[in-house]
């Protein structure tokens, strides 16, 4: 077994890019404080493109909120509500309630009444549906005893949940909500719905939409009407559509709501499909003529959850389901054909169940872990290309973690392999920074993943590994490959291919069907390429053309071109712009008026420079 190192601070803690959002969230707070505007709030948020760290935004909010007025303490619980769901995700949020309840004793010091003040916070979340009562139950049991903390859980639940007319009383806690909760607004949008159905006026209930006033709860209103449509079918279904259509073409409902309604209802398809057996069918044929008709992009839909089966049959399935993962796997190591695992993979798990997608990572790292070095760059290629979600792979990760114990028998450097794969799934940007906290705070709360447990101290090794400076390069060479690269294709090959798609859109092609072919590439990790190509364009055409200024908009806009892609795009284009002014005189003038204009669009941190050594 390897000995145990020192952990420097975590460091998404530490990072420059946490305390450039620290900062910023703290104008932000501030500045919502002084003008009230919720609209330009959610904006200025939701432009700093680090949805990772929206639980520190939450966190500070309420903490600010905590030291003044009833007023702003009111303004606070409003803002999170509007917040919640389009801008800020319900892990997000729940992660900041869980630092606040941690912190309790520390706001303590300031706030003297900081037990109750926050109480009011946690009841008035779960009243508002954006945390769930399970909430005090489960972040209790992860409290110290005697903590603030916990005091805080308790009095929420026995001071303000508990008690009669409780949703009332909360709301009016600090001078009543100056917007419908959330269970008016699911009254008022059925109400138009009925309406609308009853009396057929599509013009009413679309102005009956707009004067809710609550754009961020839209996918409601997209969720119950498909619901009716279902359900009633007939001429029903086709009004609804009708109305959807509608509300989509006037901007009355954005394409986000639209799309955030459908995977609300293929979420909840299974509970709708007791009352209307075949809903799933009928799910499906109206998303298809959503589609066809151009208001819904299915493409950026949930695929279905798997349909229900019998405990017998489901464990049948993952027996059977492992035994071809072992083999996928062989096959991959012998040929390196990428797209062959892929389609493999969609046969043999053509409902992307997020639990085998797990299975499949554990067993291609746990394979490529008994073998040599460039096999676990071809495992980790893979990781890379086959674009999992993110939740997948840290659940084939949490997999990897409960074994590792009985996997160090026979494999004794099984913490270097772990550590270099955590870290490699990171730089590759198949997981966020964020997930491998997560991954490691979860892991605490495991039996299997004490302290010093051979899965705790791999992960604690990846996040140290990842701290250190031009940790990245080291990490992508680390088995003796350059990380740029596709098995299956060769790299020549994917550039062609991307300079290709980056010529026929700017020949007039569609934005969506680049994006589209970009996304199909399946390697978010060279999305770089992408970025240099299009900027070498615009500079050679002396910045005439905007097409691919507005394509790389687009795909940043979309999370199709991360931050981290985006920076090194730019990175590679300063390193050769030397060599593109022998063709191009003044190519370093017009990067530079590139990279202003980046970071005034917030593709490019402040600090990015195009100075180079030499």
Same mark, same amino acid.
């Given at each position: ?37 919720? &609209? ?10 680090? /949805? ?23 303004? &606070? ?8 769901? $389009? ?22 010091? $300031? ?42 859980? +308790? ?11 409780? @949703? ?15 269970? !008016? ?5 059925? $109400? ?31 969720? +119950? ?67 066809? !008709? ?17 405990? @017998? ?7 059977? #389901? ?25 046969? =043999?798990?053509?409902?992307?169940? /997020? ?31 086959? %674009?999992? /979600?993110? =939740? ?12 590792? !114990? ?25 997981? &966020?920074?964020?997930?491998? !906290? ?34 990245? *390069? ?21 550039? $062609? +291919? ?14 969506? =069907?680049?994006?589209? %072919? ?5 390697? /978010?990790? #060279? ?27 687009? %795909? ?36 530079? @008026? ?6 005034? *669009? ?13």
């Amino acid at each position: 077994m390897a000995r145990q190192v020192e952990i420097p601070p975590s460091p998404t803690v530490t990072s420059e890019e946490f305390l450039q959002f620290k900062r910023k969230a703290t104008t932000i707070v501030e500045e919502y404080f002084s003008t009230d505007d919720v &609209a330009a709030t959610a904006s200025e948020l939701r432009d700093l493109r680090v /949805p990772c760290y929206h639980y520190y935004f939450v966190k500070k909010l309420v903490s600010v909120a905590m030291d003044r007025h009833d007023r702003e303490k009111e303004m &606070a619980a409003v803002l999170l509500s509007s917040l919640y769901g $389009d801008v800020v995700d319900r892990p997000q949020l729940y992660k900041g309630f869980c630092k606040l309840t941690e912190s309790c004793d520390d706001l303590s010091v $300031d706030t003297p009444d900081a037990v109750d003040i926050l109480a009011v916070f946690v009841a008035r979340a779960i009243v508002d549906d954006m945390l769930p009562p399970a909430f005090l139950a489960k972040q209790g049991a992860c409290l110290p005893d005697g903590c603030k903390g916990g005091e805080v859980l +308790r009095r929420a639940e026995k001071s303000y949940l508990s008690v009669p007319h409780h @949703g009332e009383m909360v709301l009016q806690r600090w001078g009543g909500s100056k917007r419908i909760t959330v269970e !008016e607004a699911k009254a008022k949008i059925s $109400d138009i719905l009925d309406e609308y159905l009853a009396a057929g006026d599509r013009g009413e209930a679309l102005r009956c939409i707009r004067d809710l006033k609550i754009p961020f709860f839209h996918h409601d209103v997209v969720k +119950r009407a498909l619901v009716l449509a279902v359900e009633r079918g007939g001429a029903a279904e086709g009004h609804i559509m009708d109305l959807l259509k509608s509300a989509s073409e006037e901007g009355v409902i954005n394409e986000s709501q639209i799309t955030k309604g459908f995977d609300r209802l293929i979420d909840s398809v299974d509970d709708l499909a007791l009352d209307v057996p075949n809903a799933r069918c009928l799910l499906r044929s109206v998303i298809h003529m959503a589609s066809s !008709e151009g208001w819904l992009c299915a493409s950026c839909l949930k695929p279905f959850p798997p349909e229900p089966k019998k405990a @017998g049959e489901a464990d049948a399935a993952v027996g059977q #389901f492992k035994a071809k993962a072992v083999l996928i796997v062989k096959e991959y190591f012998l040929t390196g054909d990428v797209m062959e695992v892929a389609s493999r993979l969609e046969a =043999e798990n053509n409902s992307c169940c /997020p639990s085998l997608n797990a299975i499949f990572v554990k067993k291609l790292v746990n394979a490529a872990m008994d073998r040599k070095s460039h096999d676990k760059e071809m495992a980790s290629v893979l990781l890379s290309s086959l %674009c999992m /979600p993110p =939740e997948d792979v840290v659940a084939g990760f949490h997999l990897l973690i409960e074994a590792a !114990e009985d996997a160090a028998l026979d494999n004794p450097a099984i913490v270097e392999d772990l550590t270099m794969f955590f870290a490699r799934s990171v730089v590759d940007e198949v997981i &966020a920074p964020s997930d491998l !906290e997560a991954m490691e705070e979860d892991a605490g709360c495991c039996v299997k993943a004490a302290d010093g447990s051979t899965g705790m101290l791999a992960l604690r090794n990846a996040r140290a590994l990842l701290s250190a400076k031009l940790s990245a *390069e080291r990490i992508l060479r680390c088995w003796g490959g350059d990380g740029s690269g596709k098995a299956g294709w060769e790299l020549d090959e994917v550039k $062609d +291919r991307i300079g290709k798609l980056l010529q026929e859109y700017d020949c007039g092609g569609d934005v969506r =069907e680049a994006c589209r %072919c970009i996304k199909d590439l399946g390697m /978010p990790f #060279f999305h770089h390429e992408v970025v240099k190509k299009a900027l070498v364009a615009i500079i050679e055409k002396r910045g005439k053309d905007e097409r691919l200024w507005g394509l790389l908009g687009e %795909c940043y806009g979309r999370g199709l071109i991360t931050p981290n892609q985006m920076t090194k795009g730019f990175d590679r284009v300063a390193d050769c712009v030397e060599d593109l002014a022998l063709d191009v005189p003044d190519a370093g003038k017009q990067l530079g @008026g590139c990279v202003e204009r980046a970071k005034k *669009e917030g593709w490019l941190d402040a600090s990015f420079s195009m100075a180079r050594p030499g």
